[in-house]
């Protein structure tokens, strides 16, 4: 389906195409890799531990792949309560710690961009199918959501230009 996808399309001049690929290190996660060999790596975590790990191992899948691993963002985080303090739900720690790991493995920087907050205004937000960087920039989860694109567009790359290893199939229906 994702060959299919990426074939079937017309992306035209892309800066980013985003797939948000199933966490672990499976046979889709490869698939897309030999798909799309060029593609940089985005790991995404919870602040969980046992996430951590299921992240790290997927990111240093790239040794394999031979795929940079562009950072890793923190889904999830630290909660503001109404009082002004903070709850950790989901525990905290673990996109540093995979942003360490993946650096010191792969032998590179491998920066934490951002970790998002657990925060109801992006739940909200995500129901109305309006992005909460749009609709909601100054809450918690907007904030780090703009700190992370920001990050990401500043960083030298993009599609424009280069064609994908793909060819266009035309079926018959």
């Not at 299921?54 to 630290?78: C, D, H, K, Y």
């Not at 002004?84 to 650096?103: K, N």
């Not at 920066?111 to 998002?116: E, F, H, Q, V």
């Amino acid at each position: 389906a994702l060959e299919q996808f990426v074939t079937d399309v017309y992306w035209g001049d892309l800066d980013v195409l985003l797939i948000d690929l199933p966490p672990g290190t499976g046979d889709i996660a490869i698939s897309t890799a030999q798909l799309l060999p060029n593609a940089e790596l985005l790991v995404i975590t919870t602040p969980e531990h046992t996430a951590a790990q299921v992240a790290a191992r997927a990111g240093q899948l790239s040794t394999q792949t031979e795929q940079p691993v562009s950072g890793v963002i923190e889904n999830m985080g630290p909660m503001q309560l109404p009082d002004g303090t903070f709850i950790e739900v989901f525990g905290s720690g673990g996109g540093q710690a995979v942003s360490d790991r993946l650096s010191h493995v792969l032998d590179q920087d491998v920066p934490l961009l951002g970790s998002i907050p657990l925060d109801p205004v992006l739940r909200a937000d995500s129901e109305t199918g309006t992005p909460t960087i749009v609709i909601s920039p100054e809450s918690g989860a907007g904030q780090a959501l703009g700190d992370i694109v920001a990050r990401l567009a500043s960083t030298p790359r993009g599609l424009s230009g280069r064609k994908l290893p793909v060819t266009a199939r035309h079926t018959k229906f």
